[in-house]
T-cell receptor, first 117, second 113 residues
Framework: GAVVSQHPSRVICKSGTSVKIECRSL??????MFWYRQFPKQSLMLMAT?????????EQGVEKDKFLINHASLTLSTLTVTSAHPEDSSFYIC?????????????FGQGTRLTVV | GENVEQHPSTLSVQEGDSAVIKCTYS??????FPWYKQELGKGPQLIID?????GEKKDQRIAVTLNKTAKHFSLHITETQPEDSAVYFC????????????FGTGTRLLVSP
């Protein structure tokens, strides 16, 4: 299946700093990518839909100024957690759908474990 | 909007037994239903999916059934193995365009040797 690569896999940062997470589609072009957040032992909660060349669409309750999304190319979307605080500590996962695949399967990155200290 | 419920939250079986996980959805417009396996510290991995134009799909030990009238779909794993132990998520979305996936709450499957 298609490959979505996410980097870094783990990051520890100090409160007040910003962290950037990258999501790349390695063997297909993704006009749309999705960013999820997952707390321990819970399901995936969609944060925003990233659209290449336009503004991201945020889910209700997600602060767009805190979680900056940039989808500058067809293979790269980035999520920047600005002014991070301990409550932002979580597992962040991106996904992309392969428009050229057998269907519209969504493939997920490996996830990024963010710890804010 | 769509709401997906998943049961059970935990499931323990003996190696070789079958495991069944059930999901219900609310939006009749949903017509794409994937299942994901998530191992600890990793992203979800697609294991099987089904579209509304079929009632059942099978891939080796894994099968998915769909009842559109009742709005529920199920994952069946036969001859379970310890390496099947993981968290399984169902999801639902519209198949047109790039509609977002709505996930169930997850089922933690434990297969004991």
């Amino acid at each position: 299946g298609a490959v979505v690569s996410q980097h870094p896999s783990r990051v520890i940062c100090k409160s007040g700093t910003s962290v950037k997470i990258e999501c790349r589609s390695l063997d297909f072009q993704a006009t749309t990518m999705f960013w999820y957040r997952q707390f321990p032992k819970q399901s995936l909660m969609l944060m925003a839909t990233s659209n290449e060349g336009s503004k991201a669409t945020y889910e209700q309750g997600v602060e767009k100024d805190k979680f900056l999304i940039n989808h500058a190319s067809l293979t790269l979307s980035t999520l920047t957690v600005t002014s991070a605080h301990p409550e932002d500590s979580s597992f962040y996962i991106c996904s992309a759908r392969d428009p050229g695949g057998a269907g519209t399967e969504a493939f997920f990155g490996q996830g990024t474990r963010l710890t804010v200290v | 909007g769509e709401n997906v419920e998943q049961h059970p939250s935990t499931l323990s079986v003996q190696e070789g037994d079958s495991a069944v996980i059930k999901c219900t959805y609310s939006d009749s417009a949903s017509n794409y239903f994937p299942w994901y396996k998530q191992e600890l510290g990793k992203g979800p991995q697609l294991i099987i999916d089904i579209r509304s134009n079929v009632g059942e799909k099978k891939d080796q030990r894994i099968a998915v059934t769909l009842n559109k009238t009742a709005k529920h779909f199920s994952l069946h794993i036969t001859e379970t193995q310890p390496e099947d132990s993981a968290v399984y998520f169902c999801a639902a979305s519209e198949n047109t365009g790039f509609q977002k996936l709505v996930f169930g709450t997850g089922t933690r499957l434990l297969v004991s040797p």
